[in-house]
């Protein structure tokens, strides 16, 4: 799927998004998929419209609400992580935030569930997908830590923001083979974690990367 936006003088030129594959290249994303939506998402509707000619800059930008859109570097290398033994058919995401990493999600596989716990930045990212006719995804305005047990379990788990510790109810929707990614510590330490079901009782973990998210909170706004 070829997914565009032309909101914005000159942010969806060819040469910026080029330049945004190329640096993460150089970062090692191998995947040509995610590459190649990376290059097509227009992640310019996603940001405050003074924010536009930043869009396709490899950074964190504010999305309101003490909220970022994530930096391109770190969708691309969570969305190649959680996809690396192959397409889940459905992914529970924690925390849709603006639904620029949904977005990259729907294109990639079935079905995405995704659960917001600020009403507001829901409903904004429930419009702009809808705009960019994306049909896959079913959302809830929700405590993220407490997942969407209604349709587990799920083959693939992304959460967006960094609890203190992965929480159980995650960990107890993940199917056997499915794989988590997700940011856990505090905000002077975090680590990106991949984490794999081997069997009911038994999961992996391995460190991808040293990140820096906004916490997990609880309860809705």
């Not at 909101?7 to 040469?15: E, L, Q, V, Y």
């Not at 995947?31 to 536009?52: K, M, Q, T, Y």
């Not at 889940?88 to 729907?106: D, F, N, R, S, W």
């Not at 960094?162 to 499915?178: I, K, N, R, S, T």
Request: proline share 5%; aromatic share 4%; with cysteine.
């Amino acid at each position: 799927m070829n997914v565009t936006g032309t909101r914005g003088i000159g942010m969806t030129s060819a040469r910026t998004r080029e330049r945004l594959v190329v640096r993460l290249r150089e970062q090692g994303i191998r995947d040509a998929a995610v590459l190649n939506l990376i290059r097509s998402a227009p992640r310019h509707l996603f940001v405050d419209e003074a924010l536009a000619s930043r869009a396709y800059e490899d950074t964190a930008l504010p999305i309101g609400f003490g909220q970022t859109i994530s930096q391109p570097y770190i969708v691309a290398r969570m969305t190649a992580a959680l996809l690396a033994e192959g397409a889940p058919e459905k992914v529970l995401e924690v925390g849709t935030g603006c639904g620029y990493q949904t977005l990259i999600l729907a294109t990639l596989v079935k079905q995405v569930y995704t659960v917001e716990r600020l009403a507001s930045l829901q409903q904004r990212a429930r419009q702009t997908l809808s705009a960019l006719k994306i049909r896959n995804v079913r959302f809830r305005h929700a405590d993220g830590g407490w997942g969407w047990a209604q349709h587990a379990p799920y083959d693939g788990i992304l959460v967006t923001a960094a609890p203190a510790e992965v929480p159980p109810a995650l960990l107890e929707q993940l199917d056997v083979g499915g794989r988590m990614v997700i940011p856990v510590g505090g905000q002077s330490s975090q680590e990106l974690l991949l984490i794999t079901r081997r069997d009911a009782a038994h999961c992996t973990r391995e460190v991808l990367d040293r990140v820096s998210f906004v916490p997990l909170v609880g309860g809705l706004d």
